[in-house]
């Protein structure tokens, strides 16, 4: 039985890729997995028979994590790309984008910054602060002004799957057209009436890229965290983890005692930002959740 990695799935036929022999293919799922309904995304691992003249998946590999919109599944790394400058960034909307993912297991976030050329010379110091604030916390961290330090992350990603993500046109497309131009993918103008971007980005498909693949995502323009709190509470990687030491299993780290959360806030570990973050975004939970 050989493995694959789905790049691309169209109404059931999938475009695979070979794990040792590299060679790209057409597949169409066995009939027992059609009647179960069952759907792959790109990402998913395959196994796949070449017994007949056509190559049928036979078996899907458990998903590692699954992001939804758009579907893709076993996401190494998620690359929130933001923009310096139109649209402006804030560390709270950054901070929103880590929860609403990390809450989804998609964990290996990586942050990207992106015109750093447009800013005027009174700007750059601000901008560094904002970058420099995510490293601090945490977050490996990129940004327009140091491509080559994204390049070089990139090339030492073996056989990894990288998503991009971010708001409408914050420049997903423009900095994946720059890791490899043969992407050629298409890029927009801002809206400027609405100030907004519109999405230039629709599809979704794995391109290979030296040894891994990259993903282009359609942008969004905002997320909601309206979701369970103690799911929230369990949300950012770093809070998920150091819970299991707070006194109460149900902990929302806000007024209880022997939190361990509050506690690396104290300590500096957890920037107080990213947790005074969190607190608005628990309050701002609607009611009846
Ligand atoms: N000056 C400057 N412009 C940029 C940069 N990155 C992107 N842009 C511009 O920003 C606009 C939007 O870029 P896209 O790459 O289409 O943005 P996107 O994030 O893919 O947008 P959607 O696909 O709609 O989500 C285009 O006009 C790009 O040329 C940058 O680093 N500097
Ligand atoms: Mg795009
Ligand atoms: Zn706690």
Redesign the pocket.
Known sequence: MSKAIVLKSISGISTLKDLENYEIFLAELKGSLLKEKTIIYPGDYVEYSDSQSTKIITNIINRKNFLNRPKIANIDYLVI?N?IT?PKSSIRMINKYILFFQSQFIDNIVLYF?????LKNNEIDEAKKLVNHFKKDGFICFS?DKYSEFADFLNEQYGKVICFT??????????LNLINEKFN??????SKALNS?????TATNLLAHENGYLV????FSSVSLDMDKLLLANGYKDFREASINCKFNNCLHKTEINCAIKDMVEKKIISKERYDDYLFFLNNISDKK
């Open positions: 790309v923009s139109e992106t015109k750093f050329d447009l327009s971010g708001q409408s046109g914050v420049g997903k497309s423009t900095l993918i298409r890029t927009n103008e801002i971007g519109k999405h230039t980005t282009d995502t359609p942008g």
